[in-house]
């Protein structure tokens, strides 16, 4: 069976989440067919997404330029998984605690940006997540803090007190980058162990 997703391509790692998918399909005999969006008309035929990191005013700014936002909507309301990774955390919010961030309100959590720190200020710290046996490696490069959550809100992992992967129905969200490492158990947490998932 062949698995459709789209890595939202218009900023981040994109290349990395593509593999990081085709290696978490795999485990569970699927085929991953990829595709990078940066344009709208895309995002309806994927059966699952993801928002990787970058920018977050930038990113949010060319969204609703080429009319991609209200797609990621659509797909989110239908039930359809999603997986936002630093910046698209931030995005995803329903506040980014920044007026210059057009917020896709997909995620009922209040995000401060860059709060770990700046670029220099990036480090790895094993986390333990709700639904996976060991600690993940995670990889914090200027990560945003998740300051609150909604009452519906599952939070997966903290670091020192603050919330730092959740889960709001299909979409999960992390101030880390899992791509940037080998391990795509993120990955595999919230497509193809998400029990939204329709595939």
């Excluded at 060319?62 to 630093?86: F, N, Q, W, Y």
Aim: proline share 5%.
């Amino acid at each position: 069976m062949t698995v459709s997703a789209g890595v939202v391509a218009v900023q981040g790692d994109v290349s990395e989440h593509a593999d990081a998918i085709r290696r978490a399909a795999d485990e569970h005999g699927l085929d991953a067919e990829v595709t990078e969006i940066r344009r709208s008309g895309l995002v309806p035929d994927c059966d699952i997404l993801l928002l990787p990191g970058g920018e977050s005013t930038a990113i949010s700014r060319l969204l609703a330029r080429e009319g991609i936002d209200e797609e990621v909507k659509a797909h989110v309301e239908s039930g359809k998984p999603m997986l936002a990774t630093c910046a698209g955390l931030i995005v995803s919010s329903t506040d980014a605690n920044d007026d210059r961030v057009q917020t896709l309100d997909l995620v009922d959590a209040t995000v401060d940006r860059n709060a770990f720190g700046r670029q220099k200020d990036s480090f790895e710290a094993p986390l333990d997540v709700e639904g996976l046996d060991e600690p993940f490696p995670a990889v914090f490069i200027r990560a945003p803090l998740v300051a609150d959550v909604g009452a519906d809100v599952d939070v997966l992992a903290d670091w020192e007190g603050n919330p730092v992967a959740i889960r709001d129905g299909p979409v999960v969200g992390t101030s880390f980058h899992p791509e940037l490492t080998s391990d795509s158990r993120i990955h595999d947490l919230a497509f193809f162990l998400n029990e939204e998932a329709s595939f």
